[in-house]
């Protein structure tokens, strides 16, 4: 009996609430949207002819777990859904030479294969730092001729990634994988497989990790309830980014991002602490637009932000001290 063959990749949820194989019609939608959007976003920055073609990514759904199957042989299906679209361009029913033409110098197998090593690998640098917002690293070593970039993270734990990737992950909009990452419960987890006869990739997203991928404010929970409006606090956490126009920073604090904004002067002042980790040191306010006290997101109006190893900054300056 000749082997079945094995799908070029997947992406799955595993877990109790889809051991059945099913997910709801709402939830199975999301799911698909995030995994075009997802992978389209990578298939287009292997060319600009992608872009141009109206292409379908096909998937076969399968059950045991909730899969999203990719065949072996999309490149052979690919083109005939592109042969259907430029027999109806051209004219007739037959397939015509002139789309043959257009697509024989595409190697659609491979840019899939490149699209999908970039998304694996992308999601594996966002769980690995934490966060997919930070596009500014601090803690690299580059190895093998600059071929090589090892990943430093606040927990001291180091990854090896092809530049190639890393240059991917710093150009991937933030919330690229947010309807992907969606569907992630605590008893559901998403699964991205690539595997071809040199290598697997695989990177799984649990509920703790969903954070990093799913935007913000999504949310309708209060957050950090603790945190009364008013209350002075002093938080751990990593700087993530600046808006110089808004006049705030990102924090990353216990999984959240919070904005943070100075009680005087500009973040400007304080771009020597970006991309650190830091303790940031002020007061809770949860105001909101209107001025009411109903804010969900508590932010922080900050007195003093204090880098990790011993300098803090006071005004403008940085001195050291405790």
Known sequence: MAKK?????K???EGKQVEDGFLDARTAANAL???DESLRYFIYQEGVDMQKLPFE??????KGSWEALFPDNIDEVLIKGLLTWGAAKYGGTALSEMAKNDFKNIGFKDVFKSAFKKMTWVMRIAIHLGTISIKKLSSIKFTDN???AHITNAKNETLEVPVEFLEAFTECPEYLFDKLSKVVDVERKLVVLYTDDKEKLEVKVDHTQRRIFVKQ???DEVLFPALNHGDYVELEGHITRGNEQENTIGFQFDGHILTCYPETGKITDYKDALFLNCTVKGYIDRLDKNGELNHKRPRIRFTQIRVSGGLRRSGNLFDTGS
């Open 5 to 9: 063959p094995q799908p070029l990749a």
């Open 11 to 13: 992406i799955k949820y």
């Open 33 to 35: 949207i995030g995994i």
């Open 57 to 62: 990514i096909p998937v076969k759904i399968q």
């Open 146 to 148: 600059n071929t090589k």
């Open 217 to 219: 404010d999504e949310s």
